[in-house]
């Protein structure tokens, strides 16, 4: 496993490096002006600045709590549904319509309004996060729930379980790791949240600064931004999984 682990980082590893090389060969091969294609170098060194000035870290913080909030919130309101949906059919079926439709209309036309009406602070962000990672968890709870086979809920009716008992030692189970796959999904889906709230109206975030880059034609700036935002979107995936890993390690 470890060896394994290793071989994998250090495929990452050069393909980092190639890659840098392409770019490099293509800004001495191109000779654009660095406001259209900066070199490795000038994005480092923007880096270097922002890190010791601390405005990364700063934008990076306001970024990570819309997030993290926006998260949380789609999360629980996807599970508490889409538990109800997985044993009401009739729910289902008087709701799916409006479900549907919310996810047909792009949440970069929804933000506006959320800040209209919440005004431009932490919570229009959060909401428009929720937004954008509430499908995927829901039908992933609604499709992890039905998998509970009928013969296994009679079987607990037998013994008399108790309701909590039944969701506790079956059905939770049973959804946890098709609910941490689309929590894995939901995850990097809220970073997008979090950027398009913050495009919309906003005077903090890592989707400020790349408005700010775009706007003053800092295009390094805008690198900057986006590998910040790579790093998020990869963190979150990786500590859902490390939580996905642990769980089934514990459950095997």
């Known amino acids: ?7 994998q980082f250090g495929l990452a590893l050069v393909a980092l490096g190639m890659f840098l090389a392409l770019w490099q060969g293509m ?6 002006p660095p406001f259209i294609l ?16 601390g405005s990364l870290w700063r934008h990076a913080r306001a970024t990570l709590q819309e997030v993290v909030g926006g998260l949380a919130l789609g999360t629980t309101t996807a599970v508490l549904l889409g538990y109800g949906l997985a044993h009401s059919p009739l729910a289902e079926r008087l709701l799916a319509p409006y479900i549907v439709a919310s996810q047909a209309v792009p ?8 800040v209209i009406w919440f005004g431009t602070g932490l919570l229009s962000k959060v909401l428009v996060c929720a937004l954008i990672v509430f499908f995927p968890i829901l039908i992933n709870v609604v499709v992890g729930v039905r998998s509970v086979g009928q013969d296994l809920r009679d079987l ?3 013994m008399e379980a108790s309701r909590w008992q039944t969701i506790r030692l079956l ?3 049973a959804a946890l790791p098709v609910l941490l796959g689309g929590l ?17 109206a906003s005077d903090r975030g890592l989707g400020y600064l790349l408005k700010q880059g775009q706007q003053l034609y800092d295009t390094a700036l805008v690198f900057v931004g986006i590998g910040a935002l790579v790093v ?3 963190g979150l995936y990786g500590g859902v999984a490390l939580v996905e890993w642990i769980v089934v390690k514990r459950e095997t």
């Open 27 to 32: 800004v001495w091969i191109s000779d654009y």
């Open 171 to 173: 059905e939770v189970p």
């Open 38 to 53: 900066p070199s490795p170098g000038a994005v480092a060194r923007r880096l270097f600045d922002l890190l010791s000035d």
């Open 156 to 158: 607990m009716r037998m």
């Open 1 to 7: 496993m470890g060896r394994r682990h290793l071989t």
């Open 232 to 234: 998020m979107a990869q």
């Open 184 to 200: 894995k999904v939901g995850a990097t889906l809220s970073v997008i949240g979090a950027v398009v709230g913050e495009f919309v």
């Open 107 to 114: 949440v970069v036309a929804i933000a506006p309004l959320l």
